[in-house]
């Protein structure tokens, strides 16, 4: 995915691109081996690796959206700090901030597209 799965899985014992080989090995073994218990509890670990590779791929999703969405929150504090608009009370400086915080929401959206 990104950066930050990257950094995970490096400490990772199997990432999730193994799971999701491994589950579909299974799941494909136990369709062409006779139908029998050794076959169901193949079709079951595959279904189980398969249900945790989707889950565990849900979470690194959320987690990145999470860190954007705090990484965004941290530049426009930064960003507002910086241009000194959090002190100011005039409604002067209260249209300046709106329209600073429309160009950053603007080039928010364009950044994440």
Do not use: C
Not at 58 to 83: M, P
């Amino acid at each position: 995915m990104g950066a930050a799965t990257d950094r995970d899985e490096e400490h990772a014992i199997i990432s999730t691109s193994t799971i999701l080989i491994l589950s579909g090995y299974l799941l494909v073994t136990s369709l062409i081996d006779p139908p029998g218990e050794l076959s169901a509890m193949t079709f079951a670990g595959g279904l189980t690796g398969f249900i945790a590779y989707l889950v565990f791929e849900a979470t690194a999703v959320r987690h990145i959206q999470e860190t954007l969405q705090f990484d965004q929150h941290l530049a426009e504090a930064r960003l507002l700090r910086h241009v000194g608009l959090l002190t100011a009370s005039p409604s002067q400086n209260l249209h300046e901030k709106d329209r600073l915080l429309e160009w950053l929401e603007q080039e928010t959206k364009a950044l994440s597209r």
